[in-house]
């Protein structure tokens, strides 16, 4: 095994930071990614495809024998971190239901009261299964002292 990797996954082992606490990359950090390891492709092969609606992602899937390997990997795990911040957004009150009801008694919903009564909220109060989706939504680094 090479040293980089041991060091990385003994990290995971010692801080307990495993895959089931990452974070899902901003969508800044998944640009600058996907630039870093795609934009010789992009300039390759996608270079006249206009921005939005999917467009890259579908010239990337149409060109996908040609395509670098970290290319792909990168792809694979950008959009699976993408897809896992969406999914959180849009499931975190059910979710979180529970943990709301219990923290966030009296809070008037709206203007995000009840978003920040979570964030306020110490982790350690609150259920693991909302913690990491509160995390997965990039609301909330796993970094705030538990």
Known sequence: MKPVYFIVALS??????????????SYTAAIEQMVAACGADLRRYCKDV?????????????????????CQQTRTRV?????RRVAAQKNIVRICNADIKRLCQGVVPGDAN?????LETKPSFIREPCRQTITDTGWRS?????
Request: hydrophobic content about 40%.
């Open 12 to 25: 995971f082992l010692l801080c307990g930071n495993g895959p089931s606490t990452a974070q899902t990359l």
């Open 142 to 146: 796993e970094s705030v002292q538990q």
């Open 79 to 83: 959009y699976a971190s993408i897809a």
């Open 114 to 118: 009840i978003l920040n009564c979570m």
């Open 50 to 70: 206009p921005l939005g609606g999917g467009r890259i992602r579908a010239c990337f899937d149409a060109h996908q024998a040609n395509i670098s390997p970290n």
